[in-house]
T-cell receptor, first 111, second 116 residues
Framework: GQNIDQPTEMTATEGAIVQINCTYQTSGFNGLFWYQQHAGEAPTFLSYNVLDGLEEKGRFSSFLSRSKGYSYLLLKELQMKDSASYLCAVKGGRSNYQLIWGAGTKLIIKP | SAVISQKPSRDICQRGTSLTIQCQVDSQVTMMFWYRQQPGQSLTLIATANQGSEATYESGFVIDKFPISRPNLTFSTLTVSNMSPEDSSIYLC?????????????FGPGTRLTVL
């Protein structure tokens, strides 16, 4: 079957670093996406990994290990506006276009 | 990324009626998708809207309940038919195959539907 696991909720302090993990078991793999979704808004694209390793974009980095079926999103220098849900999605189901979505991790930032 | 708009942004409807949601993109895109998101839940794919042919529906979703049109490469509609309170949700369209990241899905702002 297709399965993506993420922690339901995490709490971190403003200015700190947080790592959100995602593990996946899918019938195929053609890339992994991270999206950010603020309450009441649509998801917005953060990062895409298709090869093993770390991709860095400013305060956000995403890591992928295909052999372990594992990814993480690293957020540095946390700001209050980073309070949101973070969704992990894998392209690798029965179609080349569809994404398999995790349930999302709600990140709460405290002052 | 493409600019995606949805109409209406929200609506309150009576049981048994139907609502059509429009999704408009400012550039031609390869793929268009329709999702549903219940409060506090992740995204559930309803169907892939295919240009010039019938949509491809996911398990649990049928054309009679969620008819979809895609007359061209920039526009699609989703109709929620014979609504019940269980249909209350946020409906999102997304697109991929825009210039740049061809695999990345970009989302419209969503339509918040409440069925009484």
């Amino acid at each position: 079957g297709q399965n993506i696991d993420q922690p339901t909720e995490m709490t971190a302090t403003e200015g700190a670093i947080v790592q959100i993990n995602c593990t996946y078991q899918t019938s195929g793999f053609n890339g992994l996406f991270w999206y950010q979704q603020h309450a009441g808004e649509a998801p917005t694209f953060l990062s895409y990994n298709v090869l093993d390793g770390l991709e860095e974009k400013g305060r956000f980095s995403s890591f992928l290990s295909r052999s372990k079926g594992y990814s993480y999103l690293l957020l540095k220098e946390l700001q209050m506006k980073d309070s949101a849900s973070y969704l992990c999605a894998v392209k690798g189901g029965r179609s080349n276009y569809q994404l398999i979505w995790g349930a999302g991790t709600k990140l709460i930032i405290k002052p | 990324s493409a600019v995606i708009s949805q109409k209406p942004s929200r609506d309150i409807c009576q049981r048994g009626t139907s609502l059509t949601i429009q999704c408009q993109v400012d550039s031609q895109v390869t793929m268009m998708f329709w999702y549903r998101q219940q409060p506090g839940q992740s995204l559930t794919l309803i169907a892939t809207a295919n240009q010039g042919s019938e949509a491809t529906y996911e398990s649990g979703f049928v054309i009679d309940k969620f008819p979809i049109s895609r007359p061209n490469l920039t526009f699609s509609t989703l109709t929620v038919s014979n609504m019940s309170p269980e249909d209350s949700s946020i409906y999102l369209c997304s697109v991929s195959g825009t210039s740049g990241f061809t695999d990345t899905q970009y989302f419209g702002p969503g339509t918040r539907l409440t069925v009484l």
